[in-house]
Nanobody, 126 residues
């Protein structure tokens, strides 16, 4: 069965960095667009970043543009999210998601009707 397993979360001070990983199995990774979403307590899950199958195109939420970088290694079936200059408002559970084709409304959680991981907690202290 398909599994997406996130890792790399933790507690970091504001201004610090973390790199999240999402290891995929049970699907042809290189044929899937990958995305990262996050959900803070009491808030809806929101789009963070996405990357196309070959990695040639990336998309970011305005709130993370210039600070976060999404990348992928198709040989390792893994997508990454490098997070720099972290802020307390970046605190959330981060989820990765996979879909064969980038949805038209890719910033909308409901458009990602493929697979989701269980999430990894990121906490940024001030």
């Amino acid at each position: 069965q398909v599994q997406l397993v996130e890792s790399g979360g933790g507690l970091v001070q504001a201004g610090g960095s973390l790199r999240l990983s999402c290891a995929a199995s049970g699907l042809t990774f290189s044929r899937n667009v990958m995305g990262w979403f996050r959900q803070a307590p009491g808030k809806e899950r929101e789009f963070v970043a996405a990357i196309t199958r070959g990695g040639s195109s990336t998309y970011y939420a305005d709130s993370v543009k210039g600070r976060f970088t999404i990348s992928r290694d198709n040989a390792k079936n893994t997508v990454y999210l490098q997070m720099n200059s972290l802020k307390p408002e970046d605190t959330a559970v981060y989820y990765c998601t996979a879909r064969p084709i980038l949805p038209g409304m890719y910033t909308q959680m409901g458009a990602w009707d493929g697979y989701w991981g269980q999430g990894t907690q990121v906490t940024v202290s001030s």
